[in-house]
């Protein structure tokens, strides 16, 4: 009966192209969306993991009541030790120490005099050793503009639009001015050997990359950090996972009042993002449940119609003396054979272009001038394994359900109305 069927739909196009072009429309758009406010999110909440928060982040109880201050006197002591005790304990996680600072950068010119002057957010991280994975996390090496990474101590990365403004060129010796760890003055010189862009405003204007030895020196930080980052395998953040790791971390330290005794905080609860993954989480998934129950409306609304239309042919096998019951149970089996093959061409289609997205991105940096927080330039979608399978739910089970609703009418068709429609 499946191939009779399928031979029927094949053979008259006025009764399957249009249905299969409005399911695999309703599809494409739902699979694409899916993946596309997936993606968005996903990046920003990548974003702020590679370079703001990690997955999870050791600090001072003190340093993480002020952390917006970036208050180094109340940095991490002894972080060597802390690292060797968190990769003991953790040996699936990868950690890594920073430094974050602010301060200015001098450029002078051949009389040792201020040429140009520039504020700088600047990050200490481990730049060189063999075994470093920030330039991985961080994504340095992809992200220079021009010249190369540091090789040796004294070599620091500056943004390409931070070099532009100060006229500075590769090889030249720039003049870090910033405050060391205890409250004094600090002035060091470094050689800025390249430049970078991000695709991050916040870090696009002024920042200034530096390996973690040469920052501890400057700044007077000698086996002291900010902060220990921590980050999962292939880094994908894990919210339970990383909530229960800091639990039993912190548990640790909780009867201490001293205030640098180290404290662990998850991703979600780091830098009040909190609240706002809660809300990303709850608008994607109110905006797709939305989405594919509109979807789901109008193929639903397609099936009813096209069953509405057949209502003449219905009429006509019931009076050739076809049983109510096999109509029925045929009209159902078409809509799922066009449903099928309708959800299997927009999921090729949706997968198509959320793929494509997802290599190239959305760039809307020339609208994220004056953005402050850390978030993307560079949107791109994420096909993930729910993408494969939620244009199914309003592309088959919409559609066959119209068709069900619609098909009970001709469980009320009487012989008489048939004969009149038939005289017509």
Do not use: C
């Amino acid at each position: 009966m499946i191939r009779f069927l399928i031979k029927g739909l094949l053979r008259d196009w006025h009764r399957s192209l249009f249905p299969v072009m409005i399911v695999t429309i309703g599809v494409w758009i739902t699979v694409f969306l899916q993946a596309w406010i997936t993606g968005v999110f996903t990046d920003m909440i990548d974003y702020n993991a590679r370079f703001s928060t990690g997955h999870v982040k050791v600090m001072t109880w003190a340093y993480a009541e002020n952390a917006d201050q970036i208050p180094n006197d109340l940095a991490l002591l002894g972080v060597d030790e802390i690292m060797t005790q968190l990769q003991q304990e953790y040996p699936e996680m990868t950690w890594v120490k920073r430094i974050q600072f602010g301060g200015l950068l001098d450029v002078p010119d051949e009389h040792g005099e201020t040429r140009s002057q520039g504020p700088v957010m600047g990050m200490g991280v481990d730049l060189l050793s063999p075994e470093s994975t920030e330039i991985l996390t961080l994504n340095i090496e992809n992200s220079l503009v021009k010249g190369r990474m540091p090789q040796r101590s004294g070599e620091v990365l500056i943004s390409d639009e931070l070099a532009g403004k100060l006229e500075v060129s590769l090889g030249e010796t720039a003049t870090l001015l910033s405050s060391t760890m205890y409250g004094s003055m600090a002035m060091h010189n470094f050689t800025i050997v390249g430049t970078v862009r991000f695709g991050v405003a916040v870090m696009d204007r002024g920042a200034l990359i530096a390996d973690i030895t040469d920052i501890q020196l400057a700044l007077d930080m000698i086996d002291a950090a900010g902060e220990v980052l921590g980050y999962f395998e292939n880094n994908v953040y894990d919210d339970s996972k990383a909530a229960a790791i800091a639990e039993r971390y912190n548990a640790a330290f909780r009867e201490s009042d001293d205030e640098f005794v180290p404290i662990m905080g998850n991703l979600k609860d780091l830098s009040n993002l909190g609240e706002y993954l809660d809300y990303a989480s709850y608008f994607s998934g109110i905006i797709i449940t939305v989405f594919v129950l509109v979807m789901s409306i109008v193929l639903w609304n397609a099936g009813l119609l096209g069953g509405l239309r057949r209502y003449g042919e219905v009429g006509l096998r019931l009076a050739i003396g076809e049983h109510k019951g096999h109509i029925y149970r045929s009209l159902i089996y078409e809509s799922i054979i066009i449903g099928f093959i309708g959800s299997v061409i927009g999921t090729g289609f949706g997968l198509g272009a959320a793929y494509w997205l997802q290599v190239k991105g959305l760039d809307i940096s020339s609208m994220m001038k004056n953005v402050t927080m850390m978030l993307p330039t560079v949107f791109r979608a994420s096909v993930t394994t729910e993408t494969y399978y939620i244009g199914f739910f309003p592309g088959l089970f919409s559609t066959v359900l119209g068709t069900a609703l619609s098909g009970i009418g001709i469980y009320k068709r009487q012989t008489a109305q048939l004969f009149r429609e038939l005289e017509v």
